[in-house]
C-alpha cells in the first residue's frame, strides 16, 4: 500500500504563487508517472499536469507557462510551482502516482483558493 501525502495549499490572491508537494510513504518505490489533478467547485477533475521517471513534462492548456511540475525520484517527491494564479485555478487539487502492477493511488487533496 502506498499513501501520498500533500501539503502546500491555502489562500492566495490572484497573480500570487503557490507551491504543492506530494510525497510518498514509501521511499525506495518504482513509480511511472507522477502528476496533479484538480476539481473545482461545481466542476469535474481535469488534468493539470503530469511528470514521467525521466523528467519529461506534461500540462494542460489551461495551466501552460504558469505552472512547472518537477519530481525527485529517488524522494518519490512531485512538486508543482504555481505562478499567475488564477480565481479560475480554485479547486482541490490532488496529486497521483501510477506504480506498475499495482495501478494508481491518490493523494487526499489539498484546497487552493485564489481571491480575485
Known amino acids: 500500500q502506498v499513501q501520498l501525502v500533500e501539503s502546500g495549499g491555502g489562500l492566495v490572491q490572484a497573480g500570487g504563487s503557490l507551491r504543492l508537494s506530494c510525497a510518498a510513504s514509501r521511499s525506495g518505490l518504482s513509480i511511472n508517472s507522477m502528476g496533479w489533478y484538480r476539481q473545482g467547485p461545481g466542476k469535474e477533475r481535469e488534468f493539470v499536469a503530469s511528470?514521467?521517471?525521466?523528467?519529461?513534462?506534461d500540462y494542460a492548456n489551461a495551466v501552460k507557462g504558469r505552472f512547472t511540475i518537477s519530481r525527485d525520484n529517488a524522494k518519490n517527491t512531485v512538486e508543482l510551482q504555481m505562478n499567475s494564479l488564477k480565481s479560475e485555478d480554485t479547486a482541490v487539487y490532488s496529486c497521483?502516482?501510477?506504480?506498475?502492477?499495482?495501478?494508481?493511488?491518490w493523494g487526499q487533496g489539498t484546497q487552493v483558493t485564489v481571491s480575485s
Open positions: 511528470i514521467t521517471t525521466g523528467g519529461i513534462p
Open positions: 497521483y502516482a501510477a506504480v506498475p502492477r499495482a495501478g494508481v493511488y
